[in-house]
């Protein structure tokens, strides 16, 4: 079984952090995420960049682009993608298709990541 | 993080909105510092037990309201200080207001506080260390260091500002959008302006390292800003355009301290988060289609944060986006550095033909003579490049620019 977990912070705080706080607590967290990758348990793992750098694509039947992040408490976090963009223009475009594809209503919200590391072939990946 | 880093980093990131709230209940500086100062210590004291409030931020403006009550009434029966616990609930004393507050609520709060900052009736030597101190929170001592004067002398220039604050009428009704508008392009200028006392330091004393922490205070106010103004392109371009000059800060100076000029600095060293930020901001930006300053000078630095290496630089690009900032914002400083990219574009020639008229007007500025010695250089007109040289070393402002122009003038001689 794969489980995503996600990370909640305060973002001011996070993204005001000196490098040597910001390296301190890095180091604490490579020595878990090795120990896994060791394991074979280790999937990808990103930070996404502030909310402030954030784009939402509400979705349904006409599409509404808004700058922000997605700030509706009433919709849950069902997914995500990971997509190689040239730009903005590009992410936003490829939202629009999915979109479309999607059928629903509910949104995207499109964020350019700090950090992507795609991570070794994990066990329980075959499943799907 | 230990408890206390992480409880006086969420402090840091209160105090704006805090602050600001405070100031609009209170409608006096000093009661709504002191207020906040009171509840911050409150904050350190309860937050390691009771686990941190679910809003700090509602949390420190409640608590701090209700302090200053008591300390009105205290003050007015010389009754002896409450207990804590009779103070209010504090566990409970974020939950109903933290149902209605969000961050469209502080927008208001916090733009008056930074606008009060900036307000005319203050010179910018008071107006940045006002800030400084109100906004960020940053200790007047180092405040003192980053601009060379003594604790004392620093702590009676921010006393001196209040008061000239205290004594103008202070903008208390929620504003128009025209108001609303100009406020905002107010304090886009002195979170710039903050940047650039940040980003001009350079050496590795503790006064220089104070000052470059100017530079991180004044992407923290732009994030700020665009949290609290999220659609507007001006602010996106102010962030993008902080964040992409910062990134080059590791790269920017050698061991000895002289300046590394864009083109010779070691592209790997560049922060890659802060460019993909810049250039993630720039981009949306740029979708407003309503060019402006900050966005057009964002949108050059970006330019020189996608090329790989100098030379696939888009120079013709940013001779446009130049020319266009010219039109926005007519200034000889501006020519001068169109002119960096018409010498790559067009060849030195052409270059020194635009920079030659801006003589009259900047024959005090160092890098009019940098740039004028290394494009009459670049022609072979060796003794003229020389006397701009030494034009150049005898305004340089501080040694980083002196040793970078003498090693110019070192080359200079190798030359002939």
């Given at each position: 079984m794969l489980y995503a977990i996600l990370c909640y912070d305060s973002e001011d705080v996070v993204w005001a952090w000196t490098k040597e706080e910001e390296a301190a607590a890095m180091a604490r967290l490579g020595t878990v995420q090795e120990k896994l990758a060791a394991q074979g348990r280790l999937g990808p793992v990103a930070r996404l960049l502030p909310t402030t750098s954030a784009m939402t694509l509400r979705k349904g039947r006409e599409q509404l682009v808004i700058d922000g992040p997605f700030a509706e408490t009433k919709e849950q976090l069902l997914g995500f993608y990971i997509v190689d963009c040239t730009d903005l223009e590009q992410a936003l475009e490829t939202a629009r298709e999915l979109a479309a594809a999607s059928g629903t209503a509910g949104a995207f919200e499109i964020r350019p990541l700090a950090i992507f590391r795609p991570g070794g072939q994990v066990k329980g990946m075959e499943g799907g | 993080m230990t408890d206390l880093a992480w409880i006086e980093a969420a402090l840091v990131s209160a105090r704006p909105k805090a602050v600001g709230a405070l100031l609009r209940h209170f409608r006096d500086l000093d009661t709504a510092e002191e207020a906040f100062q009171d509840a911050s210590l409150r904050a350190l004291k309860h937050w390691p037990v009771n686990g941190p409030p679910r809003d700090p931020t509602a949390w420190l403006i409640m608590v701090a309201r209700n302090a200053a009550i008591d300390g009105k009434r205290r003050r007015a029966r010389e009754a002896p200080l409450p207990e804590d616990e009779r103070l209010s609930d504090l566990e409970d004393a974020e939950s109903p207001l933290a149902e209605r507050l969000d961050e469209s609520d502080y927008r208001d709060d916090v733009l008056r506080l930074l606008f009060i900052c900036c307000h005319p009736a203050l010179t910018l030597a008071q107006q940045i260390p006002l800030a400084l101190r109100i906004v960020s929170g940053v200790p007047v001592r180092e405040i003192a260091r980053a601009f060379l004067v003594g604790e004392a002398a620093m702590e009676q220039r921010i006393t001196r500002a209040k008061a000239r604050i205290a004594a103008a009428a202070l903008p208390f009704e929620t504003p128009g959008a025209a108001e609303r508008a100009e406020r905002l392009g107010a304090v886009a200028t002195m979170v710039y302006l903050i940047f650039n006392e940040g980003y001009s330091a350079a050496g590795h004393d503790r006064a220089a390292s104070d000052r470059a922490a100017l530079a991180g205070e004044a992407i923290r106010l732009a994030r700020l800003l665009l949290r609290l103004f999220p659609t507007e392109p001006e602010i996106m371009g102010l962030t993008a355009l902080l964040l992409l000059q910062q990134a080059r800060t590791p790269a920017r100076f050698d061991a000895g301290g002289a300046v590394i000029l864009l083109e010779e600095q070691d592209r790997g060293l560049w922060n890659r988060a802060m460019i993909a930020e810049g250039l993630a901001l720039i981009d949306k930006a740029m979708r407003?289609?309503?060019?402006a300053p900050y966005q057009v000078q964002a949108a050059i630095a970006a330019l020189h944060a996608r090329a790989a290496r100098p030379e696939e630089t888009d120079w013709p690009q940013i001779d446009r986006l130049y020319a266009a900032l010219e039109r926005m914002q007519p200034s000889p400083v501006v020519t001068l550095n169109r002119a960096v990219a018409v010498s790559k574009t067009r060849g030195a020639a052409a270059a020194l033909e635009m920079v030659e008229p801006l003589g009259d007007r900047?024959?005090?500025?160092f890098p009019f003579h940098g740039l004028k010695g290394a494009l009459l250089r670049e022609l072979g007109r060796i003794d003229e490049a020389r006397s701009a040289f030494g034009r150049a070393i005898a305004l340089a402002g501080t040694l980083a620019e002196a040793a970078h122009i003498r090693t110019h003038l070192d080359r200079l001689a190798k030359d002939s």
């Amino acid at each position: 079984m794969l489980y995503a977990i996600l990370c909640y912070d305060s973002e001011d705080v996070v993204w005001a952090w000196t490098k040597e706080e910001e390296a301190a607590a890095m180091a604490r967290l490579g020595t878990v995420q090795e120990k896994l990758a060791a394991q074979g348990r280790l999937g990808p793992v990103a930070r996404l960049l502030p909310t402030t750098s954030a784009m939402t694509l509400r979705k349904g039947r006409e599409q509404l682009v808004i700058d922000g992040p997605f700030a509706e408490t009433k919709e849950q976090l069902l997914g995500f993608y990971i997509v190689d963009c040239t730009d903005l223009e590009q992410a936003l475009e490829t939202a629009r298709e999915l979109a479309a594809a999607s059928g629903t209503a509910g949104a995207f919200e499109i964020r350019p990541l700090a950090i992507f590391r795609p991570g070794g072939q994990v066990k329980g990946m075959e499943g799907g | 993080m230990t408890d206390l880093a992480w409880i006086e980093a969420a402090l840091v990131s209160a105090r704006p909105k805090a602050v600001g709230a405070l100031l609009r209940h209170f409608r006096d500086l000093d009661t709504a510092e002191e207020a906040f100062q009171d509840a911050s210590l409150r904050a350190l004291k309860h937050w390691p037990v009771n686990g941190p409030p679910r809003d700090p931020t509602a949390w420190l403006i409640m608590v701090a309201r209700n302090a200053a009550i008591d300390g009105k009434r205290r003050r007015a029966r010389e009754a002896p200080l409450p207990e804590d616990e009779r103070l209010s609930d504090l566990e409970d004393a974020e939950s109903p207001l933290a149902e209605r507050l969000d961050e469209s609520d502080y927008r208001d709060d916090v733009l008056r506080l930074l606008f009060i900052c900036c307000h005319p009736a203050l010179t910018l030597a008071q107006q940045i260390p006002l800030a400084l101190r109100i906004v960020s929170g940053v200790p007047v001592r180092e405040i003192a260091r980053a601009f060379l004067v003594g604790e004392a002398a620093m702590e009676q220039r921010i006393t001196r500002a209040k008061a000239r604050i205290a004594a103008a009428a202070l903008p208390f009704e929620t504003p128009g959008a025209a108001e609303r508008a100009e406020r905002l392009g107010a304090v886009a200028t002195m979170v710039y302006l903050i940047f650039n006392e940040g980003y001009s330091a350079a050496g590795h004393d503790r006064a220089a390292s104070d000052r470059a922490a100017l530079a991180g205070e004044a992407i923290r106010l732009a994030r700020l800003l665009l949290r609290l103004f999220p659609t507007e392109p001006e602010i996106m371009g102010l962030t993008a355009l902080l964040l992409l000059q910062q990134a080059r800060t590791p790269a920017r100076f050698d061991a000895g301290g002289a300046v590394i000029l864009l083109e010779e600095q070691d592209r790997g060293l560049w922060n890659r988060a802060m460019i993909a930020e810049g250039l993630a901001l720039i981009d949306k930006a740029m979708r407003h289609r309503a060019p402006a300053p900050y966005q057009v000078q964002a949108a050059i630095a970006a330019l020189h944060a996608r090329a790989a290496r100098p030379e696939e630089t888009d120079w013709p690009q940013i001779d446009r986006l130049y020319a266009a900032l010219e039109r926005m914002q007519p200034s000889p400083v501006v020519t001068l550095n169109r002119a960096v990219a018409v010498s790559k574009t067009r060849g030195a020639a052409a270059a020194l033909e635009m920079v030659e008229p801006l003589g009259d007007r900047l024959s005090g500025y160092f890098p009019f003579h940098g740039l004028k010695g290394a494009l009459l250089r670049e022609l072979g007109r060796i003794d003229e490049a020389r006397s701009a040289f030494g034009r150049a070393i005898a305004l340089a402002g501080t040694l980083a620019e002196a040793a970078h122009i003498r090693t110019h003038l070192d080359r200079l001689a190798k030359d002939s």
